[in-house]
């Protein structure tokens, strides 16, 4: 999927950064486009149609909050990561409640970036053409028939066990935070600490070690994560 057929915008106002990204991800092999501000990147999402969008936080004219939910709101269904300096839990929670697809702070290494990049494209076509079967290391699960195997072997859930595991796979390869879970798990009317005990569960179902977990990972303060699919 890296080749110059896919463009990826990127808006930020720092041209060392914009300059860092066209030659990084030019060298991966991706058309770039540049914005540096709000109504610049508004206007090459309509001109140029680029398949991703690198999305800055802090920009001159608008906040990237801002700006993220207004494209939701347009339903531009265009991956968006976001690219940010800040590390408070709180704002990275909220781009990822409005719709971002996942986040890299600053600084961050172009190999990592770019396999973040890959991970959105993919998981925005199997959205597109959903496989009713998920597969991902020795885990397979069979979004028709509820049926987990882990190694061949058939996995046995409680219903909130399989439903965290659902949400999980459809979302494969992006955080998911701890708000979005109980919203879909338990229509919002969960704590955390359930969430925490039930995914400690899964993961030992799923015969992951604690310190070291294979498909689920943890985003401190933020969710978790599920390994995209093979």
């Known amino acids: 999927m890296t080749n110059l057929s896919v463009k990826i915008l990127v808006v930020d106002d720092e041209p060392p950064i914009r300059r860092l990204l066209r030659v990084g991800l030019t060298a991966e092999g991706y ?14 999402v309509g001109d140029e149609q680029p398949d991703l969008i690198l999305l800055d936080l802090g920009l001159p004219d608008m906040q990237g909050h801002d700006l993220l939910a207004r494209w939701r709101n347009e339903l531009v269904e265009l991956p968006i990561i976001i690219l940010s300096s800040r ?44 496989r009713p079967v998920f597969q991902t290391g020795e885990l397979s699960v069979d979004l ?3 049926i987990v195997r882990v190694a061949g ?40 600490q359930y969430l925490r005990v039930y995914v400690r569960q899964l993961r030992q179902k799923l015969a992951q070690e604690a310190d070291a977990p294979q498909y689920i990972t943890t985003e401190t303060g933020v969710g978790y994560r599920l390994r995209e699919a093979d």
């Open 87 to 130: 590390t408070d839990e709180t704002g990275i929670v909220k781009a990822l409640e409005l719709g971002a697809d996942d986040y890299v702070t600053k600084p961050f290494g172009i190999r990592e970036l770019a396999a973040r990049i890959r991970v959105a494209l993919r998981h925005r076509l199997q959205q597109q053409g959903e």
């Open 31 to 44: 058309a770039i486009i540049e914005a540096s501000s709000a109504m610049e990147a508004m206007e090459k």
């Open 153 to 192: 072997k058939e996995v046995k859930l409680s219903p909130k066990e399989y439903d965290i595991l659902r949400v999980l796979v459809q979302h494969a390869g992006k955080v998911i935070t701890h708000q979005h879970l109980l919203s879909q798990v338990w229509r919002g009317s969960g704590d955390v």
């Open 144 to 146: 028709v028939k509820r």
